[in-house]
């Protein structure tokens, strides 16, 4: 089985809780059990001379009701105030005098209030997700929330997950609620994986205590809300803000990959795994057949490296992948033969060869409103420039200050938190808003290994690139083929072979000439 190193612990599988760690919810689960307690409370004592104290989001939603069942956490606020009602049943009234029906009329506000804003999903989270997913480590979900698999589903992040166990699930089989470590645990049955081998992440007190009693072998808090003391007093062997606090350096316990080997210095080992193969070469364009520069309309490839790459084509396929648009990376590159991938992959030219992604058509309005409103709200933020490309939009920031980017991703998160059609990714120095659809560089590449009539074994397939959504295509080709990461080598990555900028690309591109016309001669 697979791990990974989180913060110096060699792990097998995470287990994650789904409100305030990974979705928004958390707050409009509070405004929930605030209306209906209030509600209650009133009705209990009409009298506003006599009227109790409201419940409070700040003390009573931690202390009594967060990670906890609903019909318990009904039960432990009313006890703390000295009510003890009967249980009743879990198909009461909503609003009954009852642990249940309050309970249910706790959830009728919850499913209102989540119709009114939706699910907003912490891009911080889905991101470090999948990053362990693609290094094949297992994840689980745990909820106590009997609406779970409702806001997963309007979330659209089930496909994060390999096995799940919530509030209905825990009722079914009686199972305790938080503190107790029962659901946790089950989660890691699911996985296959002993509980000292898996770490749990939890944004509430109670969780964090059931992942230490459950024997994890890492419990991360994490506090959203700045409330990290009650995390670490309950046992949190660490306390995190947002996911991006957990060190990338896989020597420092990184979220996956490993550090490549130099190309050029391994070339004699490339060559041999090419050897009586065919080539099929995908590349990059900016940061690997161009530097980064400031603006992207600067980003022009050199006449030695395009003298390379035309050479190239002219014994092997060659297709450009890039997340500018295609028309746009077409004109750079100006070599007529080559296969053009624009917009991540979705849309691709090539001889005899069209493609646009009908998912991707389907978003254009979504991005069309974020192009007007983000352009509108980043316009006075110096240093940012917001391109709208046919399918994402780019909001650059590498010359904007570093104090002003905190907002800037924020403007970028809140939106895509609110439009489920879009999804966030980043880069070196941009954020990037596609349609969330199961499409990138890597599912473009298998499908025109596909097309071109290359899904064979007698095919390397070859994929040059430097940023994060380079990575897409770097984990498909894990098993089929290889990859070649440009720029820092001290970063995690799922490629092969490390090069340390464009010169050394070009370096061996023209090696890999040599090399491919030498095969075509023997």
Known sequence: ?????????????????????????????????????????????????????????????????????????????????????????????????TVCGLGNQKNALFHGLLQEGGVEVF???????????????????????????????????????????????????????KPQPDVFLRAAEKLGVRSENAAVFEDAVAGVAAGRRGGFGLV???????????????????????????????????????RPPSALERFEQFRKQCLDKRLALFLDYDGTLTPIVSRPEDAVMEDNMRQAVRRLA????????????????????????????????????????????????????QLDAAEEELGRDLANVKGVQVERKRFALAIHFRNAAEEQIVEVRQAVEEWAGRHPELRMRGGKKIFELQPDIDWHKGKAVLWLLEVLGLDSDAVVPLYIGDDETDEDAFAVLADRGLGIVVGDDTLPSHADYWLADTGEVQHFLEALIDMVEEGNRS
């Open 1 to 97: 089985m697979c791990s990974i190193a989180i913060f110096g612990k060699e792990l097998q599988a995470v287990i994650l809780d789904l409100d305030g760690v990974i979705t928004r919810t958390a707050s409009v689960h509070a405004r929930a059990w605030k209306a209906m307690f209030d509600d209650y409370l009133r009705r209990r004592a009409p009298d506003a001379a006599k009227s109790p104290t409201p419940f409070s989001i700040e003390d009573d939603y931690p202390k009594y009701v967060d990670g906890k069942p609903r019909y318990e956490g009904t039960q432990s606020f009313l006890r703390a105030r000295g009510i003890d009602l009967p249980w009743g049943a879990p198909d009461d009234e909503p609003g009954r005098e």
């Open 123 to 177: 891009q911080d989270a889905v991101r470090t997700i999948q990053q362990w997913r693609y290094t094949g480590v297992k994840t689980a979900l745990v909820s106590s929330s009997k609406n779970c698999r409702h806001i997963v589903d309007a979330a659209g992040i089930g496909s994060l997950f390999d096995a799940m166990v919530d509030g209905l699930e825990a009722e079914r089989d009686q199972m305790p609620g």
């Open 220 to 258: 991360v808090g994490v506090a959203r809300s700045g409330r990290a003391k009650p995390l670490q007093q309950g046992g949190a062997d660490v306390v995190i803000a947002s996911f991006d606090e957990i060190p990338e350096d896989p020597r420092d316990g990184g979220v996956g990959g490993h």
């Open 314 to 365: 002219e014994v092997t396929t060659v297709a450009i992948i890039s997340g500018r648009d295609r028309a746009d990376v077409e004109s750079l590159v100006d070599l007529p033969d080559l296969v053009y991938a624009g917009s991540h992959g979705f849309d691709i030219r090539g001889p005899d060869l069209r493609r646009e992604h009908e998912g991707g058509r389907a978003a254009l309005p």
